[in-house]
């Protein structure tokens, strides 16, 4: 099978497209034909070595994928599978903790980390929202607790976690405030039902934050920056409010204690990877119910054949890490 690999990581021109073997799903597992697969910043990092994981030799890169049920082995013991040859079938957290990635033709994944696709939806949408979606879900709901009615605040409403940020939060009735870097990608969030979108180029924000919460202050502030800035986030905080912190492995930022915690706040940070099964699943459930709905729709910006995975890479690591801001929505891929 074609499959977009690395055999030592570096720079993108380190990923090989070429021919693997076909993997064979062991007991618990099902072989999947992949239809799509998405590119996260998690997936740059790996390859270019900044999050030291256990790596399968030759390591086939991403986390994401959508597709169909192609294979399932003979059941063993009590293991019966949940799925059945020609199901449609999404999932994330591959190419982590030792597991092998998603872009190739085939993979074999292990039947806790799927999700049934709902009807109507595509491969390239199920991939898009995969594991920006769980990401989302994880933060909003199972650390912050988030509420009908609460303000929410997050940054880069386009990004791709940001997206998700937006979008769930106003699926369960909640004011969202977010930011972007330009007028068209304003006008997206607003399509989504943003409350209260602001530029984070040109925008006095702590100002415009005020404004909006009127003397309430934000809920939960969902940060998807590298680089967070807690003085004015704290300041900006209401009583009890959560705050959300899920990047930025390096950022040792200034951190105000005394307001931190006579406002009541609390701090929850998570990566994704380390979430169980069961409750990615959770969010799993949640997203197949919005996608149907309607209520969530990831952002697709850009579609290239599997064999320009490294192009692929290149043009999320400008953006995520270089702030290009060329890029709007998800990167997916195609066998
Ligand atoms: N802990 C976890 O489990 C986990 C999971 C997923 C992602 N992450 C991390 O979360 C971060 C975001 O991931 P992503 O996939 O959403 O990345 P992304 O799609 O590249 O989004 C980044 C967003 O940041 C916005 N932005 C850039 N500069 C900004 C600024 N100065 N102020 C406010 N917003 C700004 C961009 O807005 P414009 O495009 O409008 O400029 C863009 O929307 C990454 O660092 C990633 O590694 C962590």
């Known amino acids: 099978m074609k499959a977009a690999f690395i055999e030592t990581t570096g720079d993108p021109s380190a990923i090989h497209y070429g021919d693997l073997p076909q993997p064979t799903p062991q007991s ?33 890169v991403g986390c994401d994928l ?46 806790e980390w799927l999700y049934p696709t709902p ?49 769930m939060a106003k699926a369960v009735g909640a004011r969202v405030i977010t930011t972007v870097g330009s007028a068209d ?15 984070y180029k040109t925008d006095d924000i702590p100002a415009r934050v005020r404004e909006f919460a009127r003397g309430q202050g934000v809920n939960v502030w969902y940060e998807t920056q590298r680089e967070p800035d807690f ?23 200034l951190f105000p204690v005394g307001p931190f915690y006579v406002k009541g706040l609390s701090l929850h ?18 997203i197949n119910r919005w996608l149907k709905s309607g209520q969530l729709k990831p952002l ?10 490294a192009a692929a890479h290149q043009l999320l690591e400008e953006n995520t890490l270089g702030k290009a801001g060329t890029l709007h929505g998800k990167i997916v891929l195609t066998p």
Not at 150 to 158: C, F, K, S
Not at 185 to 199: S, Y
Not at 231 to 253: E, N, W
Not at 269 to 280: R, V, Y
């Open 231 to 253: 003085l004015r986030t704290v300041d900006l905080m209401a009583q009890r409010g959560r705050i959300i912190v899920m990047a930025g492995r390096q950022a040792q930022p």
């Open 300 to 309: 697709i910006g850009r579609v290239f054949p599997m064999s320009q995975a």
């Open 66 to 111: 959508a597709g169909t049920v192609e294979k399932i082995p003979e059941a063993t013991g009590n293991l019966r599978s949940r799925f059945a040859v020609g199901d449609r079938v999404w999932g994330s957290n591959q190419g982590l903790l030792g597991r092998q990635g998603t872009f190739a033709e085939y993979a074999a994944v292990a039947e």
């Open 28 to 60: 618990g597992e099902v072989l999947v034909r992949v239809g799509s697969v998405a590119v996260n910043p998690i997936d740059l990092y790996i390859r270019a070595g900044m999050v030291p994981m256990t790596l399968p030799k030759p390591f086939v």
């Open 269 to 286: 940070g998570f990566a994704m990877f380390n979430a169980t099964s069961t409750e990615q699943r959770r969010c799993a459930e949640d």
């Open 119 to 167: 009807e109507g939806v595509d491969d390239k949408t199920a991939a898009a929202v995969a594991l920006v979606g769980i990401t989302a879900h994880l933060g909003l709901f199972r650390d912050a607790r988030l509420q009908a009615g609460e303000i929410v605040y997050v940054n880069g409403g386009t990004g791709g976690v940001g997206s998700m940020v937006v979008q």
């Open 185 to 199: 990608k304003a006008k997206l969030c607003q399509q989504w039902g943003a409350d209260c979108v602001l530029n």
